[in-house]
């Protein structure tokens, strides 16, 4: 359905996109996951035809943006990151004047009837939008998008700036419009991407970082399964004689949290349940065992450190295993 | 285009801008209809050829939104994303200024019905002095809409719009600064003397206020026809382009 090749794009100096390349199967819920700037904006603006390529293709539903741009363009509902609204007219007024803009074929009066219920806007549809709150602008945004039933929605985060409430309906809104539609959304927010989409592609200073499903990479980024321990005590005598106990790999010093006491990042053989051994070790030399507990990466933080690093060593740490985000671990937990 | 052309054209009345506008252009046209029919001429002609200058200075309100407004507000992304041709997009904003303009001369229509009810003077020199008036309007918001296009800030583009209106209206008054060299021998000599008196001409003769002079003169020139229409076509063209450059850069 959306087809992107070796797509750049150059601010003056500044590469903003550098060669991206990814396929949209009809009917997929895609999540585009990364910091402000990354350039998902950028991105989503060239599918929609808003800015033109540096370099690169891009087809929807075989149509090229820049030869075709009628075709592609009918067959995309696009809801920017500022929703684009005139705050002079009304809500049904706007929706009409998008239907005609996008010369819609459908009878006019139901089809906006039904998208002003779909996206819970009926009650306001006769108000100025320059007098709506940012939650219902951005659902009348949404709406403008929805307009013509196109097939591909392409939502650049939809969800800011809404309470709680709001961002569930709209994810629900999501859930179920995805069932019949190709959509791709993007996000900064991790667990936004994984409630809706299946397949995620982390995008990092115009490069794709990562391109699978949610789960996969979820598996991939929180492998490792450390340990973090509170100690009383000496940090070199404890160190060794953690260090002694039967199947673990590494055992590394956070140094001293608390008064009277260190923190240390244990990593135990895969699979081995160490934690009576720790117990019985730290007893065994007299010393008080103040805290252990699972050191498992939230997602979010992972995703923070991917992000934060160099793109070349985000993409290996995705390949490699443990040895690595061990080093994310120490940094992050100090946060 | 007519979806653009219907917001566009609704948004004049629902913003005080066209109320302003027209208030503005009626209250002159009703000043001049006064002067000129109270000191006995019964040629509406001249009272609409006097709305020159009026337009000029009115005209950057009318445009100064057309373009810019949309790029502050990001709603250009919802027109430049919608299966729709750029110049259509441009169109329709232009007709939507040029129809509010053109409703600032319908009183006309009324004081030539006076004129008629009361004299018998032909109707062809308001005809032709309403089509010139209309010509003249325009290749102003042609002007004023590529202006608007260049910048986010209405004020900005109603402030150089202005300035630009007001030397392509005077144009032909900077003649009086320049000295053509004359009885030069040698050839580059002729040469320049050609092209600072051709100049001249051209500045005399292109501007706006000598052109919708000839207006209200009773002998049709199409070329005075043919010089309005091209700055509109000119300047249509190049919003166009400006809109589509915006994509690129």
């Not at chain 1, 179920?176 to 900064?188: A, E």
């Not at chain 1, 260190?262 to 135990?268: A, C, L, T, V």
């Not at chain 2, 001049?32 to 005209?59: E, H």
């Amino acid at each position: 359905m959306i087809n992107v090749a070796g797509l750049s794009k150059r601010y003056g100096t500044h590469l903003a996109v550098k060669d991206v390349n990814f396929n949209i199967e009809k009917g997929e819920v895609v999540g585009f996951l990364g910091p402000n700037g990354a350039g998902k904006s950028t991105i989503m603006n060239i599918l929609t035809g808003y800015l033109s390529t540096t370099q690169g293709e891009v087809t929807i539903d075989g149509f090229n943006i820049v030869d075709y741009p009628e075709e592609a363009k009918r067959r995309i509902g696009y809801l920017p990151e500022i929703p684009p609204l005139y705050p002079d007219m009304k809500v049904r007024e706007y929706l009409d004047f998008i239907y005609d803009l996008k010369k819609v074929k459908f009878p006019k009066k139901p089809h906006i009837d039904e998208i002003l219920k779909l996206v819970k806007i009926d009650n306001v549809q006769n108000r100025l939008i320059k007098n709506l709150s940012k939650g219902y602008r951005q659902r009348v945004g949404f709406a403008g998008a929805l307009i013509g039933n196109p097939d591909v929605l392409i939502l650049d985060e939809p969800t800011v700036g809404l309470d709680p409430k709001q961002i569930i309906e709209i994810r629900n809104l999501i859930g179920r419009l995805g069932k019949n539609h190709t959509i791709i959304l993007s996000s900064h927010i991790l667990s936004e991407i994984q409630a809706v989409c299946k397949r995620v592609i982390i995008i990092n200073r115009g490069e794709i970082i990562a391109d699978d499903n949610s789960e996969n990479l979820a598996q991939k980024l929180s492998d490792d399964s450390t340990l973090l321990a509170r100690i009383t005590g000496n940090e070199t005598d404890m160190l060794s004689a953690l260090k002694s106990i039967k199947n673990i790999k590494s055992v590394s010093s956070l140094g001293q949290m608390e008064i009277g006491s260190f923190d240390y990042i244990i990593e135990p053989e895969d699979g081995v349940d160490v934690r009576a051994d720790i117990f019985d070790r730290v007893v065994s030399r007299g010393k008080k065992l103040l805290t252990l507990k699972d050191n498992k990466l939230s997602l979010e933080q992972i995703f923070l450190r991917l992000t934060e690093v160099e793109n070349d060593k985000a993409k290996q740490l995705l390949k490699s295993d443990n040895g690595e985000i061990t080093v994310v671990i120490e940094e992050s937990e100090e946060e | 285009m007519s979806a653009i052309f219907k917001r566009e054209f609704k948004s004049y009345f629902t913003t005080p801008v066209g109320y302003i506008v027209l208030a503005a252009f009626y209250f002159f046209l009703g000043l001049y209809f006064y002067m000129i029919f109270s000191s006995g001429s019964p040629q509406i002609g001249n009272v609409i050829i006097a709305m020159t200058t009026v337009t000029v200075f009115i005209m950057p309100i009318l445009t100064m939104r057309l373009m810019s407004d949309d790029r502050r507000q990001k709603v250009d992304q919802v027109l430049l994303t919608a299966p729709v041709k750029i110049w259509s997009i441009v169109l329709g904003k232009f007709f939507a200024a040029f129809s509010v303009y053109a409703l600032a001369f319908a009183p006309t229509v009324f004081f030539e019905i006076i004129i008629l009810s009361k004299v018998t003077v032909s109707v062809l020199p308001y005809l032709y002095a309403l089509l010139g008036i209309l010509l003249l309007g325009g290749a102003l918001i042609a002007m004023g809409m590529f202006i608007s296009s260049l910048t986010e800030s209405p004020a900005i583009s109603a402030i150089l719009s202005l300035i630009i209106n007001v030397l392509v209206l005077y144009m032909s008054s900077f003649t009086s600064m320049i000295t053509v060299p004359e009885g030069s021998t040698t050839f580059f000599g002729k040469i320049w003397e050609k092209i600072v008196s051709g100049f001249m001409l051209f500045l005399e003769k292109a501007a706006f206020i000598s052109v919708s002079e000839s207006f209200s003169e009773t002998i049709f020139s199409v070329m005075d026809i043919i010089y309005f229409l091209s700055i509109i076509a000119i300047f249509v063209f190049l919003s166009v382009r400006s809109l589509e450059k915006r994509r690129w850069s």
